[in-house]
């Protein structure tokens, strides 16, 4: 099993260019998320989706849009990128809400 | 205003020198605490779930423990390959989508 997977590694944008983040998870669960992790904080939440067809707000959504293609991807959008999405994104899945979070390898983000 | 604290925020030990690194955490109801590693450049790889004041869990050379306020990850005889950052998250009771997650322990141990 790879677990879960995110594509690209890395990305460096300029501002106002777009581009979607992607990630699949091989472990049949219910929910992902998408983090991002910033020096000196702790991760915090961009948006996650609870099931297959339903997604939600989390503590930072400004700026992102997400989608949750089937019950294995869900991919996060960044429509008009911006110095502040200058960050360490990491993508999660668990069995449901009430489980621990298994965590991609993260893709890192730099926007010009 | 739910928070998780971590301290210290970095830790050096000798190779063989236990230690314990402290999670504190102040949520208006607590329905579990979860400790994961962290590599440089690598996703947070889960350790432990505890879901109650008293509850205990072991794995190689690490212990994890939960009070009403705290959780301690207790290193014992530690090992170079044990260097890493340690995050503590906790979720919230009727918020169980939101994990709260501290800043870190950066953890090095010297050979």
């Known amino acids: 099993n790879a677990g879960v997977t995110q594509t690209p590694k890395f990305q460096v944008l300029k501002t106002g260019q777009s581009m979607t983040l992607q990630c699949a998870q091989d472990m049949n669960h219910n929910s992902m998320y998408w983090y991002r992790q910033d020096p000196g904080m702790g991760l915090r939440l961009i948006y996650y989706s609870a099931s297959e067809g339903t997604t939600d707000k989390g503590e930072v959504p400004n700026g992102y849009n997400v989608s949750r293609l089937n019950k294995r991807e869900f991919s996060l959008r960044l429509e008009s990128a911006a110095p502040s999405q200058t960050s360490v994104y990491f993508c999660?899945?668990?069995?449901?809400?009430?489980?621990?979070?298994?965590f991609g390898p993260g893709t890192r983000l730099t926007v010009t | 205003e739910d928070q998780v604290t971590q301290s210290p925020e970095a830790l050096r030990l000798q190779e063989g020198e236990s230690s314990s690194l402290n999670c504190s955490y102040t949520v208006s109801g607590l329905r579990g605490l979860f400790w994961y590693r962290q590599d440089p450049g690598k996703g947070p790889e889960f350790l432990f779930t505890l879901y109650s004041a008293g509850e205990e869990k072991e794995k190689e050379r690490l212990k994890a423990t939960l009070t009403k306020k705290e959780s301690f990850l207790h290193i014992t005889a530690p090992k170079p390959e044990d260097s890493a950052t340690y995050l503590c998250a906790v979720q919230v009771l009727l918020q169980s989508n939101q994990f709260y997650f501290g800043t870190g322990t950066s953890l090095t141990v010297i050979p």
């Open positions: 999660a899945s668990s069995r449901n809400q009430k489980y621990e979070q298994y």
